[in-house]
């Protein structure tokens, strides 16, 4: 089966996904030999061009029947979707037809209006960020641009990001993002509000930490399967809001772990070895305990990246 390229434009109502949509139709390098057909999920001010458009009005309109019915009736060879940012994008991956193939996602935001969309629908911008590869935030004039930096760097630290003026001058995102502690040390402590951003940079550059000895606080907790002498120690974290708080723990070996309580806070102080364990189900982060001791919980017992 031939694969279809899909090009995804997502945000918010007034964001420029329409403006670029028609600009990417007008442009012979999109569209030449191609068949084209833009799918959109929500009907803005500014009218399309001249080419073929299908409407869906709802999120239950995205099925993989439907979908593969509008490729086939305009034998389309190529797909541009604006995807209606009040949607939230599972609909669209979970039955887009297998040979649909994402070829890039761009997200679109107003900066002037991207605070008050961040502050009461954080769980739908995130949504958004998580799985773009370039962000563009237009109309940064009088904008803060360090707030929409920590912002979008809060959910991922990958996503490329341009800031726009209202003239139309482009500048690409170069702010770096230092850690809040030296990893070149070969002891690392972690402070309380910092266990977010431990998590996920060890996760990013595991082999960084390798042979280290970190020190921070977390939640034991307590698996039979994981065998005599292995626990897991960690915090819950949220990235967005209550509804995507877990537990984002680490596999912890220490040879007194029946001493210690399921739920129970401890200083966890302890070498990181990559190795592979069946918890990670692949090679990953395993903690040697030096020392284990037991301490009260945290002022902000869950973790964010803010």
Known sequence: M????????????ESGKTTFVNDTMRDKRFTVGEKVLVITGEEGEEEYGDFEVEYLDSPEKLTVDRLSALQKRHKATKILIEYNG??????????????????????????????????????????????????IFNRVDDVDIMMLHKAV???????????ETKNGETTPDEIEDP??????KSKIEIEDRDYALFYRDLGEDMESYDGKTVKFKAMAAKDKLLGTGTMFVGRHIMICCEEDIEYRPLVCKYGRSDEVRNGEWVMVEARVKLMHHKAYE????????????????PSEPVATFY
């Open 86 to 135: 009040m949607w939230q994008l599972a609909p669209l991956f979970e039955n887009a037809p297998e040979n649909w193939v994402i070829g890039q996602n761009i997200l679109f935001f107003d900066s002037e209006t991207f605070e008050a969309y961040n502050r009461n629908m954080r769980s739908l911008v995130v949504d958004k960020i998580q799985s773009a590869d370039l962000i």
């Open 179 to 184: 850690l809040p502690y030296d990893k070149e």
């Open 282 to 297: 692949s090679v990953g982060p395993v903690l040697i305990a030096n020392s284990i001791t037991k301490v009260s919980p």
């Open 2 to 13: 031939k694969e279809i390229p899909v090009y995804l434009v997502t945000g918010f109502l």
């Open 153 to 163: 760097r809060g959910v991922s630290r990958n996503v490329n990001i341009i800031y």
